[in-house]
């Protein structure tokens, strides 16, 4: 978890060679998912609400259903 600019950045380890993504469930407004990691945006640090944004967060991808990273086509395509 880090902040980055006027965001939270909550990112997973880095992905196995061959693993493109881990498929993130979207959580809702003001939380951006990517291949591997979420952005809380438009956090106003100067208010105490950022921190119940961010727990609220943290519950959300603990109850999330759990995807399995998504491989390669390149790498699924040559089993030979």
Same mark, same amino acid.
């Given at each position: 978890?880090? +902040?980055?600019?006027?965001?939270?950045? !909550? +990112?997973?380890?880095? !992905?196995?060679?061959?693993?493109?993504?881990?498929? !993130?469930?979207?959580?809702?407004?003001?939380i +951006?998912?990517?291949?591997?990691?979420?952005?809380?945006?438009?956090?106003?640090?100067?208010?105490?609400?950022w +921190?119940?944004? !961010?727990?609220?967060?943290?519950?959300?991808v603990?109850?999330?259903?759990?995807?399995?990273?998504?491989?390669?086509?390149?790498?699924t395509?040559?089993?030979?």
């Amino acid at each position: 978890m880090v +902040r980055e600019g006027g965001s939270i950045v !909550l +990112r997973y380890p880095p !992905l196995p060679a061959g693993i493109e993504s881990r498929s !993130l469930p979207e959580l809702g407004a003001g939380i +951006r998912s990517g291949k591997n990691a979420y952005w809380l945006t438009g956090v106003n640090f100067n208010q105490e609400s950022w +921190r119940s944004f !961010l727990i609220d967060t943290l519950r959300q991808v603990e109850n999330a259903p759990h995807q399995n990273p998504q491989m390669k086509s390149s790498a699924t395509n040559n089993s030979s």
